[in-house]
T-cell receptor, first 112, second 114 residues
Framework: SQQGEEDPQALSIQEGENATMNCSYK?????LQWYRQNSGRGLVHLIL?????REKHSGRLRVTLDTSKKSSSLLITASRAADTASYFC????????????FGTGTRLLVSP | DTEVTQTPKHLVMGMTNKKSLKCEQH?????MYWYKQKAKKPPELMFV???????INESVPSRFSPECPNSSLLNLHLHALQPEDSALYLC?????????????FGSGTQLSVL
């Protein structure tokens, strides 16, 4: 299976702290995406990093990709209570179709 | 308009019922998707439509029947479901179906099968 595994499964921090989530995947990829999901809602795209990129930033988000280790990390800096959500990495293989497969997810709780 | 709209938000049905889930987008996207998500699990791909043609069916049981009447609409017809089919059903769209495009998701339909 192409599904990524995320670590930790759950993370609890205080507002203002940084949160780091890791994703490992099994097959070669074209790109890796991160999504966020508030409880019982749809997913929201956060950031995409291509296989030839090593790091990408978007606001308080920093994503890294290490294709040799088949892993990625998502760092949220200066977290806020509103960042409380589940975060999923998602990968596609090198096929021509958009078959996006989601990792197991990290549940982040940010306490005020 | 950057929304994907799903109706209904909640649905309770018996195992002998027939119901349909609806999804609509007006972003001009040409690829649409159905995902199924059980509690505390990641979404699992069910179907992909590309330019109104079914391009991926992830071995989904025939009691789930997708339909794409036009480029803006996607339906999922449900018949003779089982209690284990209870889940959040998510619709998504993307501009095309090439690798590397981001998906826009609806808020989902929470389905309970009794």
């Amino acid at each position: 299976s192409q599904q990524g595994e995320e670590d930790p499964q759950a993370l609890s921090i205080q507002e203002g702290e940084n949160a780091t989530m890791n994703c490992s995947y099994k097959t070669s990829i074209n790109n890796l995406q991160w999504y966020r999901q508030n409880s019982g809602r749809g997913l929201v795209h956060l950031i995409l990093i291509r296989s030839n990129e090593r790091e990408k930033h978007s606001g308080r988000l920093r994503v890294t990709l290490d294709t040799s280790k088949k892993s990625s990390s998502l760092l949220i800096t200066a977290s806020r209570a509103a960042d409380t959500a589940s975060y999923f990495c998602a990968t596609t293989g090198n096929t021509g179709f958009q078959k996006l497969v989601f990792g197991t997810g990290t549940r982040l709780l940010v306490s005020p | 308009d950057t929304e994907v709209t799903q109706t209904p938000k909640h649905l309770v049905m018996g195992m002998t019922n027939k119901k349909s889930l609806k999804c609509e987008q007006h972003m001009g996207h040409r690829a649409m998707y159905w995902y199924k998500q059980k509690a505390k699990k990641p979404p699992e791909l069910m179907f992909v439509y590309s330019y109104e043609k079914l391009s991926i069916n992830e071995s989904v049981p025939s009691r789930f029947s997708p339909e794409c009447p036009n480029s803006s609409l996607l339906n999922l017809h449900l018949h003779a479901l089982q209690p284990e089919d209870s889940a959040l059903y998510l619709c998504a769209s993307s501009q095309g179906s090439l690798v590397g495009e981001k998906l826009f998701f609806g808020s989902g339909t929470q389905l309970s099968v009794l």
